[in-house]
Nanobody, 122 residues
C-alpha cells in the first residue's frame, strides 16, 4: 500500500507563494496520474489539479488556473503544486492522491495522504 506524505504548507500573506510536495513511500506512483484536492473549513473536499503519469496532461479547477502549476518528478516519486498569487480563499488543507486516469472526480481517488495546511492571510 502506498503512503503519501504532503508537505510545504504554511502561513502566507495574500499574493505570496508556496510549493507543496507529495512524496510516496511503500511503492511508486508508476503508471498513475496524481491529483491535488483541498478542503476548507466547513466545506467539502474539492478538486484542485491533476497530472498524468507522463506529465504531458494536466487539469485545473477554474479558480486556480494561471496561478497554480502541478508537476511531478518521476525519479523522486514526488508530485508538486506550485501556488502563486495566493488568495485567502485558497486557505484549506491540501491533499494528494493517485488515480488510474487523470480525473477531477474525487470518487476515483484513493490512498489519501494526511494533508498539509495552507493558510493565506489578507
Amino acid at each position: 500500500q502506498v503512503q503519501l506524505v504532503e508537505s510545504g504548507g504554511g502561513l502566507v500573506q495574500a499574493g505570496g507563494s508556496l510549493r507543496l510536495s507529495c512524496a510516496a513511500s511503500g511503492r511508486t506512483f508508476s503508471g498513475y496520474s496524481m491529483g491535488w484536492f483541498r478542503q476548507a473549513p466547513g466545506k467539502e473536499r474539492e478538486f484542485v489539479a491533476a497530472i498524468s503519469w507522463t506529465g504531458v496532461n494536466t487539469a485545473y479547477t477554474d479558480s486556480v488556473k494561471g496561478r497554480f502549476t502541478i508537476s511531478r518528478d518521476i525519479p523522486k516519486n514526488t508530485v508538486y503544486l506550485q501556488m502563486n498569487s495566493l488568495e485567502p480563499e485558497d486557505t484549506a488543507v491540501y491533499y494528494c492522491a493517485p488515480v488510474t486516469t487523470i480525473s477531477s472526480r474525487q470518487a476515483r481517488y484513493n490512498d489519501w495522504g494526511q494533508g498539509t495546511q495552507v493558510t493565506v492571510s489578507s
